[in-house]
């Protein structure tokens, strides 16, 4: 099976940080808590590593574990961390076809600072991530099975509807995982193009931000989910999400970006688990308890292989426990990709744990 994947690649500087060493001040009224950094201070830390990653390539390496014929279509700069992609790709097996060269802007870069519960802050540099152009897609690479696009920053964002409509000429299978940035400075165009995807992969957060276009067009509130009798419900099925002012139950938010097209809405809650829209049902799936060292790349990880396996057509319990396997290995190491499981491995945790992993499922 080809795959193609499109998006951000990136070289992440990883510094962690001793808990002693850097105040955490967390909001009592919000899901927000901040690192602070004393100015002018030098800070001790307790390692600096550095790492290739961006959604692209940190899909396109998920999916070559898991034994798919992958490629990347990503914007480089001309330096040195160009090298340093290129050659981790093709390491990986991941074929560098389609990665251009661009000497208008270096390549991406981030720095991640990591402490306490290891949620790291990350400065960015987009770079040549921007660059992307209508004339980069060319027709010949969608020429596969699955193209995943991974999210677009800022200017490559416009491209995001022709990349669509190139891979559903091909017959492609179409996953994408949008960032904020996206959906909130282009959120009309995204959600006009959900017609032809048939897998959005989002976290809560970014869930929210498509909150205020999904109540102008299906309306506010909306049904809650049954639970049994003293069951305890996953926070999203109480909380719901939240945008603009508006608020939408869970069942409700799957209902409407279900009716602009995509057959599978998944939507990550972190520690919380995860839920799978389908048409006839909603499957939540608890997480893995992990010592987590690093959370960067656990969304990459988790929709990557979610995509891998219904490409491949795996049931949706099937993908969503091997997607959690994945990402459960990927924040037991502190960057984005050496945690990153093959088929074969996946499948060997799933029967050892399968029990820890029981599936609650809602039907329409």
């Known amino acids: 099976m080809k795959v193609l994947t499109i998006g951000g690649a990136m070289i992440d500087t990883i510094a962690i940080i001793a808990d002693n060493r850097i105040e955490r001040m967390a909001m009592l009224n919000a899901d927000t808590s901040f690192l602070l950094l004393e100015e002018g201070r030098k800070t001790e830390a307790l390692d600096i590593s ?5 959604g692209a390539v940190n899909a396109a390496v998920a999916m070559a574990r898991l034994g798919l014929d992958v490629s990347a279509l990503v914007k480089l700069g001309t330096d040195h961390r160009a090298e340093m992609v290129l050659s981790h790709l093709q390491s990986e097996g991941v074929s560098t076809r389609w990665a251009m060269r661009d000497a208008r802007a270096p390549t991406g870069a981030s720095v991640l600072v990591s402490s306490h519960d290891r949620n790291a802050a990350i400065f960015t540099f987009r770079g040549a991530n921007t660059l992307l152009g209508e004339e980069d897609l060319r027709g010949d690479a969608f020429g596969v099975d699955a193209v995943y696009i991974s999210s677009l920053s800022n200017e490559s964002a416009d491209t995001f509807p022709t990349i669509v409509s190139k891979a559903k000429a091909n017959g492609a299978l179409i996953a994408t995982n949008p960032r904020v940035r996206q959906l909130s400075s282009r959120g009309t165009a995204f959600q006009e193009a ?54 939408m139950t869970l069942a409700s938010f799957f209902d409407a970006v279900r009716r602009l097209g995509p057959r599978f809405v998944v939507v990550t809650d972190g520690r919380h688990g995860s839920f799978i829209g389908t048409a006839n049902s909603i499957v939540y799936c608890p997480v893995i308890e992990t010592k987590v060292v690093g959370t960067a790349g656990a969304g990459d990880a988790f929709n990557a292989t979610f995509t ?52 609650r499922t809602w039907s329409h």
């Open 50 to 54: 550095t790492h290739v990653g961006g």
């Open 194 to 247: 959900l017609g032809k995807i048939d897998i959005i992969a989002i976290n809560r957060s970014e869930a929210d931000v498509l909150v205020p276009g999904l109540v102008a067009r299906f309306g506010e509130g909306g049904r809650a989910l049954d639970l049994a009798p003293g069951e305890t419900p996953p926070r999203l099925v109480v909380r719901g999400f939240s945008g603009g002012g508006h608020d």
């Open 308 to 359: 891998a396996y219904v490409a491949r057509g795996a049931s949706v319990g099937d993908a969503v426990r091997a997607a959690t396997v994945n990402a459960a290995s990927v924040v037991a190491h502190i960057d984005t990709q050496t945690g990153l499981l093959s088929r074969d491995e996946i499948a060997k945790r799933i029967e050892a744990i399968k029990d820890a992993l029981p599936l």
